[in-house]
């Protein structure tokens, strides 16, 4: 694996943000986002790799929120919680509907 870093480096508020494997594997259209602030970049390379891309690792999130949004007991929820709710809930059916809808 090489050490260095090639590709377009940003700065957002939240962190660094660089992008690598474009030379690694040819992935021109969908390269990996490594958050080098957040942690070990070669860490991270390995992790979406070897077990779970960031889209998987999301998706494994979404779906146990899901599950603990479900059997929660919202009677003392505020208006603004269960706002933050409804944005959940929405986030996880549009991702789930482009899932089932994806041209494959």
Do not use: C
Not at 45 to 54: C, D, M, Q, W
Request: proline share 5%; charged share 20%.
């Amino acid at each position: 694996m090489n050490s260095w870093v090639w590709g377009p480096y940003l700065q957002f508020p939240s962190g660094n943000v660089s992008q690598n494997g474009w030379l690694d594997h040819l992935n021109w259209f969908s390269p990996t986002i490594n958050v080098g602030a957040a942690g070990d970049p070669q860490l991270e390379v390995r992790i979406t790799r070897e077990i779970a891309s960031y889209g998987r690792q999301l998706g494994t999130i979404l779906d146990a929120l899901e599950v603990l949004r479900r059997h929660a007991n919202l009677s003392a929820a505020t208006p603004d919680d269960l706002e933050k709710l409804k944005k959940l809930d929405g986030l996880h059916a549009a991702v789930g509907y482009m899932k089932e809808n994806a041209q494959k």
